[in-house]
C-alpha cells in the first residue's frame, strides 16, 4: 500500500511547484485562453489567462508513477501503464488542439475530423493493446464482457469490444471537457471519481481472485487492480495540486489538453477495473452536463426551443444569477454524492455475493 501514498503525495507535491512554473512559462509566451463571444459576459474577463495545464498535471502523473516504482522497487503493470498510455495520448490530442487555438487565436482549434482521428487512433490503440498481455492466470488488462461492479453476462467479442472502448473513452473525453467550463469545476470533479477508483482498486486486490482461498465467491478476476489504484492515487494527487492554481479566480486553465486526458483516464481505469458501467454512476455530473447539451441540442433542433438558458448546464445557472462559485460548489457537492453512492453500489456488489 505504500505504493498508493508515494504516488499520490509525489502528484500532489509535482503538481502544486510544476504548475505555477508553467503559468510562468506559458504567460511569457502569450499562450492565453480565447474566450467565446456568445458565451456569459462576466467570463470575458478571463480572456488571456494562460491555457493548456493540462501539461502541468499529466507529467506530474507520469512522473509520480515512475517514480513510485523506482522507490519502492516495484515494477509497472500493462494495466497500469495503458491506462497511462491512454491518458497522455489523449492528452497530446488536446494539446495540439489548444495549440492551434492558442496560435491561430480562434476558439476552434483542430479541425473536427482531424481530431477525431487523433482520438479514435489513440483509442484503437489502448482497445486492442489491452486485450493482449495476459498474465499468469490468463487475464488480460481488459475483457470483452460488459461490466458493472464486476464482468457479467456474454463475450461480446474483440470487435464489439473496440467500439465499445471507443465510445466510453469519446464519450467522458467530452464530458469532461463540456464540464470544463467554470474554475476548478472539472478538477474537483475528477478528483472525486479518481478517489473513487483509489478504493476500488485497493478493494479489488484485497478480493481478487488470485488470493484464494481468502477470497470469497464474489472475488474479483482483474489482472493489476493494485496498480490501477497506484494510477488512481496518482492522478487524484495531481489534480488536487492543480486545483490550488485553478480554482476561482484560476490563475490557468486546463484546457483540451486536460479534459481530454482526464476523460481518457477515466474510461481507462473503468475499462481495466471491469467497471464501465458504473462510471456513469460514478462521473455522474460529467453525464449530467453532456446530457444538458444533447438536450438542449435535441430540442432545438425538433422544435426551435431551448430547453435551458445556455448549455452546457452550469452556464445556464450562471445566467439565472448564481455566482460563478456557488456553480462550482452546488456541481462538486452532486459530484461528491455520485461518487458515494458509486462506491455504495460497488461495495453492495460484492457484499451481495458474499
Known amino acids: ?45 478571463k480572456r488571456g489567462t494562460p491555457t493548456m495545464g493540462g501539461i502541468a498535471f499529466i507529467l506530474a502523473t ?12 516495484s515494477q509497472p503493470t500493462f494495466s497500469g501503464v495503458l491506462v497511462l498510455f491512454l491518458f497522455a495520448g489523449m492528452g497530446l490530442v488536446g494539446f495540439l488542439d489548444d495549440y492551434i487555438k492558442i496560435v491561430k487565436q480562434r476558439s476552434l482549434g483542430l479541425r473536427a475530423k482531424a481530431k477525431m482521428a487523433g482520438q479514435l487512433i489513440v483509442g484503437v490503440a489502448f482497445a486492442v ?10 487475464l488480460t488488462p481488459a475483457s470483452t464482457k460488459l461490466s458493472f461492479t464486476q464482468d ?27 464540464t470544463d467550463g467554470l474554475d476548478g469545476l472539472a478538477t474537483g470533479a475528477s478528483v472525486m471519481v479518481f478517489g473513487a477508483y483509489t478504493f476500488i482498486g485497493v478493494w479489488e486486490y484485497q478480493e481478487s481472485c488470485a488470493n484464494l482461498p481468502t477470497a470469497g465467491p464474489g472475488c474479483y478476476e ?11 492515487a496518482a492522478l487524484m494527487g495531481a489534480c488536487f495540486g492543480f486545483l490550488w492554481w485553478n480554482t476561482s ?13 482526464l476523460g481518457g483516464a477515466l474510461a481507462g481505469l473503468a ?17 449530467l452536463i453532456t446530457m444538458s447539451v444533447v438536450i438542449q441540442v435535441g430540442s432545438f433542433r425538433l422544435t426551435g426551443k431551448r430547453v435551458f438558458k445556455m448549455a452546457p448546464l452550469q452556464h445556464h445557472f450562471e445566467l439565472k444569477g448564481w455566482s460563478e462559485v456557488l456553480v462550482v460548489v ?19 456488489g460484492w457484499a451481495a455475493t458474499n
Request: hydrophobic share 55%.
Open 271 to 287: 475499462i481495466c477495473s471491469r467497471t464501465e458501467l458504473l462510471l456513469a454512476v460514478l462521473g455522474g455530473l460529467f453525464v
Open 222 to 232: 482483474v489482472r493489476d487492480p493494485l496498480d490501477l489504484a497506484v494510477v488512481a
Open 62 to 73: 507520469l512522473a509520480a508513477y515512475a517514480l513510485t516504482k523506482l522507490l519502492t522497487g
Open 152 to 178: 457479467f453476462g456474454w463475450s461480446i467479442g474483440p470487435v464489439l469490444f473496440v467500439l465499445w472502448a471507443l465510445f466510453m473513452i469519446l464519450a467522458m473525453s467530452n464530458g469532461v471537457n463540456l
Open 330 to 348: 452546488r456541481f462538486w457537492i452532486i459530484q461528491g454524492m455520485c461518487a458515494i453512492v458509486g462506491v455504495g453500489i460497488f461495495y453492495a
Open 129 to 138: 493493446l489491452a486485450l493482449n498481455f495476459a498474465d499468469a492466470r490468463g
Open 249 to 261: 479566480p484560476a490563475k490557468i486553465f486546463m484546457g483540451d489538453t486536460g479534459s481530454l486526458a
Open 1 to 45: 500500500m505504500r505504493q498508493i501514498l508515494f504516488s499520490g503525495v509525489i502528484g500532489l507535491f509535482l503538481s502544486l511547484i510544476g504548475t505555477p512554473l508553467l503559468i510562468k512559462l506559458l504567460a511569457s509566451k502569450g499562450y492565453g485562453q480565447f474566450i467565446r463571444d456568445d458565451g456569459p459576459r462576466n467570463h470575458h474577463s
